[in-house]
């Protein structure tokens, strides 16, 4: 697992990094659209909740999946469709429900979906994935679905009204929508790698993440894409904490559709294979953080670092233990410097971990230098945790390893957001 | 791990459970006494805080600590004195102050108190048992605690009162004192086995729980108190969660005085080993019990029964996971009977599991069978999840592994409750 905090890309290229942007239809060759179905039934007919994204040009693609047992249908879908290999062409998504714990009926349901999609537009079902977010355990409204997926063809288009439509209508709790467009020159040419994400709650993705969707004109041989993806992924979307709770629908998907004419892969010059997975991490990094921000209900983002673990593991059970810790994420949200409550759940993650040794920091401030408590400094964290973005340091000094997560604080409205559905 | 809910002693014997009784005076030839010291220095001088429990018998003891690998300086000195083997007459507790992450001073604090004590009643200082609970990583206020101590000596005395002033005494987010006495006669000799507990937040123990205090006036010799305790403490308060975060202070000892002149050991007769085991784990259970039953800010309590798990290490993963979910428990909080968030927690648990063979159900109400929903019972589950206390049992179908978690919602007010200490 790559320490996030210190990128194995240390500044080699002017990447051109947009948040905020397009997304996906800002890959050439790539068009989207998104509709209103009503799949909630709550009579929300304004409501986008249905994507499609296409690409004339034949993809390979790659995928990260959760490794909830209990995977969703559409999860099913995607996985056995990127076994067969493609060639590719666009993906269904939509919000409002997660097609998961449905039984024979949701994988019906999936397969449905990529088969219309395929025969309006003269493609193979094998070519489209399929993806799901919402309320688990109830049946889609095929129905409404369908139709929907019908007007979606129709409407389809590559202006960046359509980019941004589509990254809006897979939201859920999401309070905004979350693109990002990376691009960089190679040999006097432009290279893009761009995309969209969801989620806000149920987020500690492991092996994958809610949705996120993301498209290159590269041409990408598929075992080179996919080692990419899951590096990209394993440093950013998978370093994530929102609630602790992983979902079983988390998907990233990742589409080459070659417009460029330019093959990056295990034989391209270091260089150019350097500044491909540089981008598409970044796109990753961007869209990650994008999804911690707007966790349900947060008011604080904090980046819990762990130094001088005995083993990477160990760094990454301190990390997670904090940043799950439901007395530590209370104290981030009455922003009570509680270092007590680090410590405490530092000692019971299971890792490695001498009391004496240990070094806790709120920014730069120390609250403990070798299991010594520093309450001198106490108004200097005072100040520390009243930022909206913080970091805490727990440096174990007994090795080398080194995890980064980024967490939120827990606050009684997120309890009031998550009573019902 | 024993099977909390198919407990070992399948009714042999009639046992007295009497559930907020004096507590620990109970026991023949224990004295008690709890005086206010003001250690959280918060001008509150009628809040008792110092708890001396003692006994003029000499006792054996036995244990069972947090393994949380920080350690609050008074675990440690229980487990020396432990390891020192006796003999015992007493222990100390303070609530107010952890004594946890406070380093060499924190250690030799807690040896002082066991010293001070040990002089005032002519014992050696290893004699006496030393735990706190409080705040972590502040230095005790020693001078209050010593002149503390010697009232407590002075007033220390056998009434059902100086019982229940010990009981309350260490209560620290506790809404209510934990006592319970369980007695049974053998051969026409009337025994007894009783104690107290505190704990609310920052539960969930393992090894060992919170404080929690026991006394019985058998004889015992060391290692079969030990094990009697260790098997109870399984099957009990390792079975119990309120946040998922386990404490550095977790601790529970029993003491046995033989005043009643009755040994029991490996050598007893069956029915009598039967019988005090089962009298020392119903007392550990009646506190348990009561521990989550006064969870912090907690509006349910919910029993997670996981049957038919591959393994037992299976069955406690996915009742973890359950009890613990952030989603799960704010779900409880709003009495929404959220299956599906059941569903995908028992999935990230890391269990076996295949969602075509699992079972939930409410109470005796079905949610899902055999993976395929059950919808048209919705109105019966929403029923349920309406009770104080019910029951989610999750049947993976797959062997014969069980395991019971004794878990709480999660409220808006737990939140708010802990922002800040």
């Known amino acids: ?49 249905l994507t499609l994204v296409y690409s004339l040009r034949p993809c390979t693609a790659a995928g990260t999946f959760t490794i909830n047992a209990v995977k969703a249908a559409p999860v099913l879908l995607c996985q056995k469709h990127l076994a067969e290999g ?14 998961a714990c449905t039984g024979a009926e949701g994988l019906r ?19 489209f994935f399929v993806c799901s977010t919402g309320r688990i355990g109830q049946p889609l409204p095929m129905d409404r679905i369908l139709k929907g997926l019908e007007r979606a063809v129709t409407e389809k288009g590559r202006t960046p009204a359509h980019g941004q439509k589509a990254a809006n209508a897979i939201l859920t709790s999401d309070t905004k929508a979350k693109t990002v467009t990376v691009s960089f020159v190679y ?11 969801k989620g806000a709650g149920m987020i500690q993705p492991n092996m994958a993440t809610m949705l996120a969707f993301l498209a290159t004109d590269f041409s990408v041989p598929r075992s080179f894409l996919q080692k990419t993806l899951s590096e ?45 997975a540089e981008a598409v991490w970044k796109a990753c990094e961007v869209l990650a953080d994008k999804i911690v921000s707007d966790g349900e209900k947060i008011t604080k983002v904090i980046e819990v670092k762990v130094l001088g673990a005995a083993s990477a593991e160990d760094a990454q059970k301190v990390a997670r233990a904090i940043g799950n810790s439901l007395l530590v994420k209370s104290s981030w949200f009455g922003e009570d410097p509680n270092w007590g409550r680090l410590a405490d759940a530092a000692g019971y993650s299971g890792a490695k971990l001498i009391e004496a040794k240990m070094d806790i920091r709120y920014n730069d401030v120390p609250a403990m230098v070798a299991g010594k408590p520093q309450p001198d400094l106490k108004s200097k964290w005072k100040e520390v945790v009243k930022n909206r973005r913080f970091t805490v340091t727990i440096d174990l000094h007994l090795g080398k390893a080194a995890y980064r997560l980024l967490a939120t604080d827990l606050t009684d409205s997120y309890v009031n957001f998550n009573k019902s559905e």
Chains 1, 2 share one sequence.
Request: some cysteine.
């Open 1 to 49: 697992m790559p320490d996030w905090f210190e990128t194995p890309f240390p500044n080699m290229t002017p990447l051109i990094v947009i948040p905020d942007s397009a997304g996906i239809t800002d890959v050439p060759g790539f068009e989207a659209a998104a509709v209103a179905s009503d799949i909630r039934q709550k009579n929300d007919p304004k409501r986008l909740d």
């Open 86 to 99: 493609g060639p590719f062409h666009g993906f269904i998504a939509n919000s409002g429900n997660a097609n």
């Open 109 to 127: 349901d999936a397969n449905l979906m990529a088969q219309r999609a395929a025969a309006s537009l003269n493609q193979k079902p094998t070519a």
């Open 187 to 197: 040999d006097g040419k432009k290279h893009t790698v761009a995309g969209f994400a």
């Open 232 to 276: 990209a992924v394993g440093g950013t979307f998978n370093c994530i904490t929102v609630d602790g709770d992983m979902s079983t629908n988390d998907t990233v998907l990742i589409l080459a559709n070659g417009h460029s004419g330019v093959s990056v892969g295990d034989k391209s010059p270091r260089e150019l294979r350097a500044l491909f």
